[in-house]
């Protein structure tokens, strides 16, 4: 018996929507068979990784914490996918954003306007926006793949801030540690819950999310996005440029990012670091897909990836274990996630095994 799958005539909608949870619910049982594998009792695994580190009110904060730069940046790239714009650089557009943003608090330390935050996130969404900007004009001008030039410009960006904060914005009295001064007050985002470390930051990604609804649902250059991703030929037909497709998808990732560079050291940071981002740019990417490309499921998908990044940093002072354990349960999310839209869209088929030339030949 040979597999074969067959494309469905009409795949489910429902499903499409419940796949998310089935990819969660088999991550949930892969995780406890990784536990046991490990040697670890598997109910006392799975609390230490998602029940303790929400179980007090630091906890959560942190949750949401971390969930704001996730959702702000997946909603950015939500946009550029819906229309097969696949901008995979979010990362070093966050760099460069955290980069500019950084840039304009170091100049002007003693600034004391609450407006100066204002310009540090314009600051930094346009630099995220400089930044995507590369990949879509090689794009539109050369036919360049903006898969590989974003990526690559991740490395060009982290090396970039690796300069700065060894080099010129080294702070003088920090003992030779590569980091920038501290911000001014002025220059840091308010904290909403003390004496938790959530800030306004998360009033920033809720703000993109609802601008990313509107945009996709409600604009005529969302519902052009949407035609490009579903039928590339119907949009050209229909006069939709994909020129501008591509400018539109590439910059609203690279604003978003730019953006969420700036809360992370404006932020919880509160300096500029050799490290701004625990990978923040490429979680999103699962984030937005788990959340299927729509801000309200965006908003939940971002939680999910967040509790991931708690329990792993739970795992490794509990339970002992690698700080790899994070990009492990990211990677089976993804892998189950990939797999129950492939079963969505195609059935598996049993046929029989094909006979081999000899048989063929003796018959």
Not at 14 to 43: K, N, Q, W
Request: with cysteine; hydrophobic share 55%.
């Amino acid at each position: 018996m040979r597999l074969r799958l067959e494309a469905r005539p009409a795949p489910s909608r429902a499903m499409r929507y419940l796949s998310p949870l089935v990819a969660t619910a088999l991550t949930v049982v892969a995780g406890f068979i990784v536990f046991s594998g490990l040697g670890r009792e598997p109910l006392a695994a799975f609390h230490a990784f998602f029940v303790r580190p929400v179980s007090s009110l630091n906890g959560l904060a942190e949750l949401v914490l971390k969930a704001s730069p996730l959702m702000l940046i997946a909603t950015g790239l939500a946009i550029g996918y819906r229309a097969n714009v696949w901008n995979i650089g979010a990362e070093g557009q966050l760099i460069l954003g955290a980069i500019f943003g950084g840039g304009l608090a170091l100049a002007f330390p003693g600034a004391e306007s609450r407006w100066f935050l204002v310009l540090m996130v314009l600051a930094g969404a346009t630099g995220g926006l400089l930044w995507a900007a590369i990949p879509a004009l090689l794009r539109n001008r050369f036919n360049t793949n903006e898969i590989l030039v974003s990526l690559m410009l991740v490395y060009v960006a982290t090396l970039l801030l690796s300069y700065l904060v060894h080099g010129p914005w080294r702070d003088p009295q920090g003992f030779n540690f590569p980091q920038s001064r501290m911000f001014a007050d002025a220059a840091l985002y308010p904290i909403l819950a003390e004496p938790t470390r959530l800030n306004a930051g998360f009033l920033v990604a809720l703000g993109a999310v609802a601008c990313g609804w509107l945009f996709i649902e409600r604009s005529f250059l969302g519902y052009q996005m949407r035609v490009a991703g579903l039928a590339e030929a119907a949009a050209r037909y229909a006069g939709f440029s994909s020129g501008r497709t591509v400018w539109i998808g590439m910059l609203a990732g690279g604003a978003a990012a730019g953006i969420a560079g700036v809360g992370e050291v404006a932020g919880p940071i509160g300096q500029l670091t050799s490290s701004v981002s625990p990978g923040y740019g490429f979680a999103a990417i699962i984030v937005a897909f788990v959340g299927r490309l729509n801000p309200v499921g965006i908003v939940f998908a971002s939680l999910l990836m967040s509790l991931l990044y708690l329990g792993g940093e739970s795992a490794q002072m509990e339970l002992r274990l690698p700080s790899a354990i994070t990009g492990l349960f990211q990677g089976m999310l993804l892998f189950f996630l990939l797999g129950s839209d492939v079963l969505v869209h195609y059935r598996v088929r049993l046929l029989p095994r094909a006979p081999a030339p000899r048989e063929e030949a003796a018959a």
